[in-house]
């Protein structure tokens, strides 16, 4: 069964650098084609793709976030870290990470969601 | 970046009706665009990948399609627990987007 859990803290001051983990079973970030992406969602407004990270490490970000994100993993401790600097409070957003595969028939569809993790930027 | 605009925001139906959302992304993805069903408080969960086919799991009252850069997913016969929120998504370039949203309501 493939599961992903996002944790992180809930609270966070405006500034300050957020980091969040997905913590990944039933499948190998070192399989070829797989991915996580981390996606967002403010209270009540759509979903937002932030970036993912590939089984060979590369990474793509959303271009206007791309300065304050970075995303990593270790892949013998089955996570992928998303670190997120200097926040503010428009960053205040349920944080989700998802599955998908570059290769197949899939055309990379999130197949897995995690339940998400509720980020509140606030001082 | 590729907009999805998805349409309605809103649609109120009864159990038994049949549905449309449409989406219509401003280039042509292929069969690169995905819906999802999102219930509050939870993650989404896919329904139709690649454009027409149907998650594993999903019943089949759920149905997917496209014409040029116009896609529509379709729920024939209304249960009960199909009233949610449906984005779709594209992810034929990153950076991936989303549609706006459906909320469907009785």
């Known amino acids: 069964q493939v599961t992903l859990k996002e944790s992180g803290p809930a609270l966070v001051q405006p500034t300050e650098t957020v980091t969040l983990t997905c913590t990944f079973s039933g499948f190998s970030l070192s399989t070829p084609g797989m991915r996580v992406n981390w996606v967002r969602q403010p209270p009540g407004k759509a979903l937002e793709w932030l970036g993912r990270i590939d089984w060979d490490d590369e990474k793509r970000y959303s271009a206007s976030l791309r300065t304050r994100l970075s995303i990593s993993k270790d892949t013998y401790s089955d996570q992928v870290v998303l670190i997120f600097s200097n926040v503010d409070p428009s960053d205040t957003a349920a944080y989700f990470c998802?599955?998908?595969?570059?290769?197949?028939?899939?055309?990379?569809?999130?197949?897995?969601w995690g339940q998400g993790t509720m980020v509140t930027v606030s001082s | 970046d590729i907009q999805m605009t998805q349409s309605p925001a809103s649609l109120s139906a009864s159990v038994g009706d049949r549905v449309t959302v449409t989406c219509r992304a401003s280039?042509?993805?292929?069969?690169?665009l995905h819906w999802y069903q999102q219930k509050p408080g939870r993650a989404p969960k896919l329904l139709i990948y690649?454009?027409?086919s149907l998650q594993t799991g999903v019943p089949s009252r759920f149905s997917g399609g496209q014409s040029g850069t116009d896609f529509t997913l379709t729920i024939s016969g209304l249960q009960p627990e199909d009233f949610a929120t449906y984005f779709c998504q594209q992810t034929y370039k990153t950076p991936f987007t989303f549609g706006q949203g459906t909320k469907l309501e009785i």
């Open positions: 998802a599955r998908s595969s570059g290769v197949g028939a899939s055309r990379d569809a999130f197949d897995i």
């Open positions: 690649a454009a027409s």
């Open positions: 280039q042509l993805l292929s069969s690169y």
